[in-house]
């Protein structure tokens, strides 16, 4: 079955400090990789994906690679900003269309 | 495009009562997904229906949880009796297509409390 390891958190940086938010799947067939956000008070949206090895998904700065070898698809931004700040899922897609869910990564940028 | 709709939003009520959460995804999505979020949790899949079939409803505690998704389009979740443990937030989401390549599309969810 799938799962996700993800990075705890909470994590806190400074504005214009670099991010990395790690994260780890296993998943059944050919997975598609995710990127969810969730700002305070707002729902669920997609930041990235990426769908195949190798493919670079990236959307209001972030980054994230599609390691096959490693299993990983792990989410970065050069400069982050205090409108940033909100709680980050990795979400592996895999045989049947299952999505699941990592554990979330909470982010606090401070001015 | 209307977004997906959730209802109702907030819900209060005692332990071994019932509840139920209606969802009306995006219209044409094929694929239909109810996750429970406890708070500082990451969302946990509860069922995953395929138009009017379920595709995945392992995780979903059949003893207490039922899910229905009649003609393909619309879904409800009930619960029945509420236990304290299912205070969360239930969220509905859709997908267009039966590949795994497309986004999920959340509607604002649906944050139960059991008393």
């Known amino acids: 079955g799938n799962s996700v390891t993800q990075m705890e958190g909470p994590v806190t940086l400074s504005e214009e400090a670099f991010l990395t938010i790690n994260c780890t799947y296993t998943?059944?067939?050919?997975?598609?990789l995710f990127w969810y956000v969730q700002y305070p008070g707002e729902g669920l949206q997609l930041l990235l994906k990426?769908?195949?090895?190798?493919d670079k998904g990236s959307n209001k700065g972030f980054e994230a690679t599609y390691r096959k070898e490693t299993t990983s698809f792990h989410l970065e931004k050069g400069s982050v900003q205090v409108s940033d700040s909100a709680v980050y899922f990795c979400?592996?897609?895999?045989?049947?269309?299952?999505?699941?869910f990592g554990i979330g990564t909470k982010l606090q940028v401070i001015p | 495009e209307a977004g997906v709709a959730q209802s109702p939003r907030y819900k209060i009520i005692e332990k071994r009562q019932s509840v139920a959460f209606w969802c009306n995804p995006i219209?044409?999505?094929?694929?239909l997904y109810w996750y429970q979020q406890i708070l500082g949790q990451g969302p946990k899949l509860l069922i995953q229906?395929?138009?009017?079939?379920?595709?995945?409803d392992s995780q979903l505690p059949k003893d207490r949880f039922s899910a229905e998704r009649l003609k393909g389009v619309d879904s409800t979740l009930k619960i029945q009796p509420a236990k304290l443990e299912d205070s969360a937030v239930y969220l509905c989401?859709?997908?267009?297509?039966?590949?795994?390549?497309?986004?999920?599309?959340f509607g604002e969810g649906s944050r139960l409390t059991v008393l």
């Open positions: 979400a592996p897609s895999g045989g049947y269309q299952k999505v699941t």
């Open positions: 219209s044409g999505h094929a694929t």
């Open positions: 990426a769908t195949k090895a190798d």
């Open positions: 998943a059944t067939g050919y997975p598609s």
């Open positions: 229906f395929q138009n009017n079939g379920v595709v995945d």
């Open positions: 989401a859709s997908r267009m297509g039966d590949s795994n390549t497309g986004e999920l599309f």
